[in-house]
């Protein structure tokens, strides 16, 4: 079994290497070379181009910024789609729209392979140690076939039905953290408005009702100060106007979806389209003069759980 891997970026990067870590035959490509320099050292085999990754591997993996990104990688006349064949399967675990998936996948059926859409939740730091959440839409069949290689890049496995609504849940599901983080942004800085120590107020959050996956991640690095957590303003601006793309396909009329792009869209303006996504609480800190920061955090959030096998989950109804 071959793996092409296509997108070594902050997250892409910690997938090929969980695969190298668990002995997999790896080949890797990305626009930039140095940014597979660390899967190469640890045994991956270069590709010049994504026709090269195809040709040459049984499963195709991509994980790219943007769905214009991924298409280009996927029909150019050195891309994925060039050098697919029968039998092969494109493993998409970029965050992007159902519609590119579903026409991609036509191309990719057209020369007899499969395709599945493979998003990944829970933060770079959980990607690094093989324990992050996948979620994955295709036919059941093609889900048992690339269950072994999910199971080691992830820990929690979701078949979430037909191929598509991967990417559907993956935009909610982040929809859902970015609203947690600017709510965390606006409760900490509240607090420290009022005077109130931050760093009981970060355990005051995390042991009540109002705790959750950010907060006990994200508040830490902005309590830090060093803002990071290896996602940037640009990547959730995507996502949140990919969720509302939805919302306003279905006629469903959201008022807070639009206010988060409306603060995203201010935030990249004022600190650039790079810039960590908590680095949004600038903002506030920027309006106010109050800096939100404490001692005793740590600058990056690490994974402490250890590495295990994943599994598939399993619905309670």
């Given amino acids: 079994m071959v793996v092409g891997f296509i997108g070594l970026g902050n997250l892409g990067e910690k997938l090929a290497l969980t695969l190298l870590r668990n002995n997999i035959n790896l080949r890797v490509h990305d626009k930039l070379r140095e940014n597979a320099s660390k899967a190469i050292e640890n045994g991956a085999q270069w590709e010049d181009t994504p026709i090269d990754i ?26 994925v789609i060039k050098g697919f064949s029968a039998g092969k399967i494109w493993i998409e675990m970029s ?22 859409d493979c998003p990944v939740s829970g933060g770079c730091h959980r990607a690094a140690t093989g324990n992050i959440s996948i979620f994955s839409g295709c036919e059941r069949n ?16 979701l078949h979430t039905g037909e191929l598509g609504t991967a990417s559907v849940l993956k935009v909610m599901t982040n929809y859902l953290a970015t609203s947690n983080l600017i709510a965390c942004c606006e409760a900490l800085t509240t607090m ?27 508040s830490q690095v902005i309590l830090n100060g060093s803002r990071d957590i290896d ?23 959201l008022d807070i979806s639009p206010k988060l792009i409306e603060i995203f869209k201010d935030g990249i303006s004022n600190y650039g389209y790079r810039a960590f996504s908590p680095s949004i609480i600038r903002r506030l800190e920027d309006k106010t003069g109050l800096k939100i920061v404490c001692d005793g955090f740590p600058d990056t959030i690490e994974d402490d759980e250890k590495e295990t096998l994943g599994y598939e989950v399993e619905l309670k109804i």
Avoid: W, Y
């Fill in 95 to 116: 965050t992007t729209s159902k519609k590119e998936v579903l026409r991609l996948s036509k191309l990719i059926k057209k020369v007899g392979g499969n395709s599945t």
């Fill in 54 to 79: 195809a040709k040459n591997s049984d499963f195709i993996i991509t994980c790219l910024p943007s769905p214009t990104i991924c298409s280009e990688v996927m029909e150019s006349n050195v891309g």
């Fill in 192 to 218: 420290k408005g009022e005077g109130l120590d931050l760093a009981k107020t970060f355990e005051a959050i995390k042991i009540s009702s109002g705790n959750s996956f950010v907060h006990e991640t994200e």
């Fill in 142 to 157: 093609v889900f048992e076939i690339i269950k072994p290689i999910l199971f080691i890049m992830g820990k929690k496995i």
């Fill in 231 to 253: 996602f940037t303003m640009d990547l959730v601006l995507k996502d949140i106007e990919l969720f509302q793309q939805i919302a306003v396909e279905r006629k469903i009329p």
